[in-house]
């Protein structure tokens, strides 16, 4: 199988940025669309963001959208997550996931997980 590792959560400022990575190992294929996800104590898990591995189109929440950016570097198997002007509603756990068949929008849709990174925005 795929396995997703996340790194750079931590605690940050509102107005500030962080970057996230996610690194892929094993099996992958060209058509494969890496998320984000994030997901707050008491609520549902939500969409970020999500890139074609291939072509690199990408897609956002609403929320997050000139905000974020998504990018992959194809050679070293890695999707990053650009976050800046962080507000307090961010704050979440980051999930990155990927999926076969090109992107989606819905957990349900994705195949593998990584263990999830928190991301703190204080006021």
């Known amino acids: 199988q795929v396995q997703l590792v996340e790194f750079g959560g931590g605690l940050v400022q509102a107005g500030g940025s962080l970057r996230l990575s996610c690194a892929a190992s094993?099996?992958?294929?060209?058509?494969?669309?890496m998320g984000w996800f994030r997901q707050a104590p008491g609520k549902e898990r939500e969409f970020v963001a999500v890139?074609?591995?291939?072509?690199?189109?990408?897609d956002y929440a609403g929320s997050v959208k000139g905000r974020f950016t998504i990018s992959r570097d194809n050679a070293k198997n890695v999707v990053y997550l650009q976050m800046n002007s962080l507000k307090p509603e961010d704050t979440a756990v980051y999930y990155c996931?990927?999926?076969?068949?090109?992107?989606?929008?819905?957990?349900?849709?994705?195949?593998?997980w990584g263990q999830g990174t928190q991301v703190t925005v204080s006021s």
């Open positions: 890139i074609r591995w291939s072509g690199g189109s990408t």
């Open positions: 996931a990927g999926r076969a068949f090109g992107v989606a929008y819905y957990p349900r849709d994705y195949d593998y």
């Open positions: 094993g099996r992958t294929v060209s058509n494969y669309a």
